[in-house]
């Protein structure tokens, strides 16, 4: 189930590297005590000012369909996905229950893109034909998004669906017209080839190195995901991040979402050459606990400072299996974790709804798209009445919607960029736990969080063996 994911967590979360130094002080953000938004009351004192009507494909008098569309019946990774399922499920039955969202029922349809490019295709024209608008999606191979963009509305022009993502993986996806996507977005839009500028995550090292380890220069391994060429071209601009705020890497080598703890003999191997003290894991949960395991075999975890990691080692998987070997590792993330639930209204709706043992990062994303969805159309409500909710005025309110953070559980971004906020995270006694900034619900969102690198990702990834 896990072996795919770090597919997404690359393009979506990028890399850690190094910007300026921060206090916790002069640069949180804090997202506690936040509810929901104050167009919420005013949309529902509208519902009975007048009859509701059939207004867009998808919004009858009575309901409102809206589909999410994930990768969960593939053999190659089952259920992958299914958290982004569970969660748009569980957040239409809650606000069902509480008079629903736009005065009207919620109803949702969801599709199985199965890892193929083919079914993507076939949910976006499902969507075409019987959706609002698509959200909380997460599909990792969609290239051809004209069923999405060239889409016909009720009065026959061509607006296109809202697609609300949880995460774009596809770079034909993130630079659709109609995407809006709670995550980032690295590339430019429109698509670009050769030389390039590349947004990327840079704060979040510049507290490892100015803090934490501001008297030992950090060296290393970088792992990069080299199972396809789009993943290993997309750490390119990671690594160019990371070289450019002046972290030296020993190494760049590929490693697989499959390989067992024996191919990392070598990697290790490397490390000990090197007297490498940092390792930055580009690929997934699983690649961390077998390099952690095989360092340790070797002796090697010891003269390791940093291990660092992104969002994809925040899983149920990497605690149960990796144990008291992966102690002491590092992740970066821009929502609240779900250990401090109770510190926001939002976050605590969603492990309450979903269930606990259900939660997952890519479930917290669909439900933080469902938010954004749910902002947009009680916006239009309170505004313009239960009558305008249409697709031309969804992708409006998505087009107007600046410094999203569903309800305070995310940082502040914008839909179609990249945002500065994050926090670090360690796995310690074997749980997660807040490092910075220390106090519960907040983050850093300083803009040079975010930096530009320059450079053409296909010969760049060309150089990496």
Not at 77 to 99: E, M, R, S, T
Not at 222 to 247: N, R, W
Not at 404 to 417: I, V
């Amino acid at each position: 189930m896990k072996r795919f994911r770090w597919l997404v967590i690359l393009l979506a979360l990028g890399l850690i590297a190094v910007s300026c130094g921060r206090s916790d002080k002069n640069n949180n953000n804090n997202a506690s005590g936040t509810t929901t938004t104050a167009a919420a009351g005013g949309a529902s004192s509208k519902c009975k000012s007048e009859a509701l009507k059939d207004t867009d494909v998808g919004v009858t008098a009575s309901d409102i369909t809206i589909q999410v569309m994930a990768d969960v019946g593939s053999p190659l990774a089952p259920g992958l996905f299914q958290g982004n399922v569970d969660a748009i499920n569980a957040y239409a039955k809650y606000w069902n229950a509480h008079g629903g969202i736009g005065c009207r029922q919620v109803k949702v349809v969801t599709w199985d893109s199965k890892l193929n490019a083919e079914e993507s295709k076939n949910g976006l024209i499902n969507a075409c034909a019987n959706a609002l608008a698509m959200v909380g999606d997460n599909s990792l191979f969609n290239p051809d998004v004209s069923a999405m963009s060239d889409c016909k509305d009720k009065a026959g022009a061509t607006t296109g669906v809202p697609d609300i993502a949880a995460l774009a993986n596809d770079i034909h996806e993130m630079c659709a017209p109609t995407l809006y996507t709670v995550q980032g977005i690295s590339y430019p839009c429109p698509i670009q080839t050769g030389v390039q500028d590349i947004r990327e995550m840079v704060g979040v090292l510049s507290y490892y190195t100015h803090t934490l380890f501001k008297d030992t220069p950090l060296h290393g391994l970088y792992m990069v995901p080299g199972d396809l060429p789009t993943t290993v071209q997309s750490s390119t601009g990671l690594i160019a991040a990371q070289l450019k705020a002046g972290l030296t890497l020993d190494d760049t080598l590929k490693v697989s979402g499959r390989d067992a703890q024996a191919a990392y003999t070598p990697r290790v191997q490397s490390m000990k050459q090197h007297n490498s003290n940092y390792l930055y894991d580009g690929s997934n949960d699983r690649a961390m606990i077998n390099i952690r395991k095989e360092a340790k075999a070797q002796g090697v975890d010891q003269q390791v400072k940093l291990w660092a990691c992104s969002l994809a080692c925040y899983t149920k998987a990497f605690a149960q299996s990796g144990g008291a070997d992966v102690e002491g590792t590092y992740a970066w993330m821009q929502y609240l974790p779900f250990e401090e639930a109770s510190a926001n209204k939002e976050a605590s709706l969603y492990v309450d709804n979903v269930g606990a043992d259900k939660v997952d990062s890519f479930g917290a994303q669909a439900w933080q798209s469902a938010v954004l969805f749910k902002q947009v159309v009680d916006e239009i409500v309170s505004t313009q009445g239960p009558n305008a909710i249409t697709r031309a005025n969804i992708l409006k309110g998505l087009a107007s919607t600046k410094d999203f953070t569903a309800n305070g559980w995310a940082g502040k971004k914008d839909l179609k960029g990249f945002g500065p906020c994050f926090l670090i995270i360690k796995f310690t006694g074997g749980k997660w736990t807040r490092v910075y900034p220390t106090k519960v619900g907040t983050f850093d969102c300083t803009d040079s969080n975010v930096i530009k690198v320059t450079l053409d990702p296909v010969a760049e990834a060309a150089k990496i063996k």
